[in-house]
């Protein structure tokens, strides 16, 4: 439903084509969240993250690429995301039955990297090609590649923009630039969801933040100013606020697998700081089918309220 919340998201996006605006229409008005301005989003790009081992021996069901297919459309999701073979091994079959996503980069663990840097593994016209809506491109600020990855991504996104596409950037800071606790800080953070939201990002995803402050120089200017940054719900609603005082839309990772009440507890806070919402993979996939269903019953449950 096209309703008065989501045409006023639509009014922050002046720039782009009615293309553009009509897939973004689709993602905000799809599934049981449709019309609300809230987004859940299943995101299956793990198997290539991490290793299929990793990612779902403990569901076997969810080696087949059509399970999240059908898990993301009978849980209302708003959206299904993917790389290029996840998607293309299900777009026919589910075709028009939820909005999708091509991840369009893919970093690999295979090694041990202090640096990442993700290949490109598809791109604009296999989008079209497969009907999808969006294409998703991840950036590591904190790596010593990122100018590289911010060339990729300003390329990608003018092409996917011209083409009537949704940008989605997940904004994972991450490298040999930042420390282990550095990587989920509040002023790192916010710093990483704006980048993304200056790289055109229609949609930003990035890590719920921790009230660590990484930056030294940010340290004192959080101090002196006070930036309330105590709970969970402040700092979404800072990192909301750094993503253009809430002019973009910003949704929070999951995360590793975790107990429902933890989920529970940072979906609560995600609303109550004014973000939109959640893409949540391993929390969902990892749960054997009816768990997963009911976990992502609760979740727009909360966030329907």
């Known amino acids: 439903m096209n309703t008065a919340r989501v045409r006023e998201m639509l009014n922050w996006y002046g720039s782009d084509n009615p293309g553009t605006l009509t897939n973004l229409t ?20 793990q198997g290539f993250e991490h290793g299929p081992g990793r990612s779902f021996g403990m569901n076997p069901p969810a080696y087949d690429p059509r399970y999240h297919f059908e898990l993301a459309i009978e849980a209302g999701c708003n959206a299904y995301a993917a790389p290029l073979g996840f998607i293309e091994a299900g777009a026919r079959d589910f075709a028009g039955q939820i909005p999708l996503i091509l991840k369009i980069n893919n970093h690999d663990l295979l090694l041990d990297e202090s640096d990442p840097m993700p290949a490109v ?44 596409l949704v940008v989605v950037i997940w904004s994972y800071p991450r490298g040999s630039g930042l420390s282990k606790a550095g990587d989920t800080a509040i002023d790192v953070c916010g710093y990483a969801a704006h980048l993304a939201a200056q790289l055109g990002a229609h949609i930003v995803k990035v890590k719920l933040p921790t009230d660590h402050l990484e930056q030294e120089a940010a340290r004192k200017v959080y101090q002196k100013e006070n930036i309330p940054i105590g709970t969970l719900a402040e700092r979404v609603r800072h990192v909301v ?8 839309i910003v949704i929070f990772s999951g995360g590793p697998a975790e107990s429902d009440e933890n989920v529970f507890q940072e979906v609560t806070a995600i609303r109550e700081g004014g973000g939109f919402g959640s893409i949540i993979g391993r929390n969902s996939f990892q749960r054997k089918r009816e768990q997963a269903l009911q976990l992502l019953d609760k979740i727009m449950t909360i966030y329907a309220s």
């Open 241 to 248: 606020q750094c993503a253009f005082n809430g002019r973009r």
């Open 26 to 45: 689709r993602l905000l008005t799809h599934g049981r969240l449709g019309g609300t301005g809230r987004l859940v989003i299943l995101p299956v790009d």
């Open 121 to 164: 593994t598809s791109g604009v016209e296999a989008a079209l090609r497969l009907g999808c809506v969006a294409i998703g491109f991840t950036i590591y600020p904190g790596s010593a590649h990122r100018v590289a990855m911010y060339e990729q991504i300003r390329r990608a996104a003018e092409m996917a923009k011209r083409h009537g």
